[in-house]
């Protein structure tokens, strides 16, 4: 792929995560057209690997995570064009919802537009020092068309969803981690270290029960709160038919070690 690369890394126990970075550092890894359909064909291909329990999404260099959407192809479209391009653009980054396993993006700089969206659609966001975020969207007479509007509102209230968006300011990783945007800063040189090191936690833990907390999670906080209880109890109830379950409370229970695996 032109556009993206997708790499993958065994652990000393045998189980795999991987990494998706965004090779495009000239553009400051803007996202066009063909950089989503990369996204979208790696993301299917992830979906179907049977030993992954993290996935972590970077941007190539120092400068970008995701500067935001190619504007040169945006300049282009009618609105029927751009309602495509907004579903499908929302479309594939809600396949990192759809993973089973959890997603971390680290943020190594610019974050803007539709890389803030990006980071929006992981589960957890770790930032360098020198991460920046905004969504400027309105500055170009337009607004967020691939889920900023939705997810950062939910992510942070939409008071504060509605302050950066209106005025397309830009934050620095310090206030991003103050309103709750990310989960936490590093310097710039060990981000993907950090970010390794959070993966071998997710990692060492059982990856169905793991699959099933982000399940339960991400299908309800959309709902009331009383169906979202019942939605986790289901996850809940089902893992008690697996042998990670069976065998990692007997390990407990008997103070002993289990290596899980994933069934």
């Known amino acids: 792929m032109a556009n993206i690369s997708l790499e993958y890394v065994s652990s000393p126990a045998g189980w795999e995560s991987a990494i998706l970075t965004i ?9 066009n057209l063909a950089t989503i359909d990369e996204l979208d064909k ?22 970008a995570f995701v500067a935001g959407a190619d504007v040169k192809e945006l300049e282009t479209l009618d609105p029927d064009g751009a309602y495509k391009l907004s579903l499908n653009g929302s479309h594939v980054f809600a396949k990192f919802s759809a993973l089973p396993f959890p997603v971390i993006a680290a ?12 980071a929006l659609a992981c589960d957890i966001r770790l930032a360098a020092e020198n991460a920046t975020f905004a969504l400027p969207e309105v500055t170009l007479g337009i607004c967020p068309g691939w889920g900023g509007t939705q997810r950062l509102a939910r992510l942070i209230g939409t008071g504060l969803a509605a302050e950066l968006m209106f005025s397309a300011k830009r ?4 206030k991003a981690l ?10 710039a040189d060990s981000l993907m270290e950090a970010a390794a090191d959070l993966v071998s936690k997710i990692g060492r833990n059982a990856p169905i029960a793991v699959h ?3 399940k339960a999670m991400n299908d309800g906080v959309e709902t009331a709160l009383s169906e979202g209880l019942e939605i986790e109890a289901r996850e ?17 229970t008997n103070q ?8």
Do not use: W
Not at 256 to 263: A, F, H, I, L, N
């Open 42 to 63: 790696a993301l299917d291909e992830l979906g179907a690997k049977k030993n992954l329990r993290a996935l972590i999404v970077t941007g190539s260099g120092t400068k």
């Open 107 to 118: 943020v190594n700089g610019f974050a803007l537009g539709g890389g803030c969206e990006l």
């Open 212 to 214: 099933a907390a982000k």
């Open 23 to 31: 090779t495009r550092p000239e553009q400051l890894n803007a996202l």
């Open 171 to 174: 934050i620095d990783a310090a």
């Open 256 to 263: 002993k070690k289990y290596e899980y695996t994933g069934e």
């Open 178 to 187: 103050e309103i709750g945007l990310i989960n936490s800063i590093h310097p």
């Open 236 to 252: 809940f109830s089902a893992l008690f038919n697996t042998t990670d379950a069976k065998m990692g409370l007997n390990a407990f």
